[in-house]
């Protein structure tokens, strides 16, 4: 039996038996196509069930129980003796020695600083600065305390200055119980 078409104004002349090949060979590829694609899919699960089972595996090993006991395997030899008694080393083992270290000394930047050149700064107040603000008398110095130690670095000489800070009394108002102390 022949069919006739029209396919873009031609004449298209298909016989049935060449419709039932072409349906048959396609009918074929798309057995092979579902066999392949059946064998993916079952490849995938056993792909997920060997994922699902580590996981598993490793939750159980994370969050699982634990015991700190572990009983005795045979050929494995204990790290502790089955008493209190101290384990001793086999007489033929080798005994290793390690190397001691020195470790840095301390306090070592006072002994270096003393080997420089020592040079006093005073900072003491004006003349005008050492008024009593209580009373208004003239304060009198009764000592300075270092307050800054630094090194001062000029080319082919080092030297070490010392600031001092004076500080100052009044012998009136200490007289009289009030304590004023000015720096």
Do not use: W
């Not at 694609?37 to 060997?50: C, F, G, K, M, S």
């Not at 007489?91 to 070592?108: F, H, L, M, S």
Request: charged share 25%; hydrophobic share 35%.
């Amino acid at each position: 039996m022949i069919h006739y078409f029209l396919l873009n104004k031609t004449k298209v002349v298909i016989s049935v038996s060449d419709v039932m090949a072409t349906l048959v060979k396609n009918n074929e590829e798309l057995v092979k196509q579902l066999a392949q694609a059946n064998r993916q899919v079952d490849q995938l699960h056993q792909e997920i069930t060997y994922l699902n089972e580590l996981i598993a595996e490793m939750n159980r090993k994370l969050f699982g129980k634990s015991k700190e006991v572990i009983p005795d395997q045979d050929g494995q030899l204990s790290l502790f003796n089955n008493g209190n008694e101290p384990a001793t080393p086999a007489q033929d083992e080798p005994v290793i020695e390690v190397k001691n270290y020195r470790r840095k000394a301390k306090g070592t930047k006072a002994d270096k600083l003393a080997k420089f050149p020592v040079e006093q700064i005073e900072k003491e107040l004006l003349i005008s600065e050492r008024d009593c603000q209580h009373c208004g008398v003239e304060m009198t110095d009764m000592g300075s305390i270092p307050i800054r130690s630094e090194l001062a670095f000029i080319p082919a000489k080092i030297t070490r200055l010392i600031y001092n800070q004076h500080s100052y009394v009044c012998k009136h108002c200490e007289q009289q119980g009030i304590t004023s102390i000015k720096k």
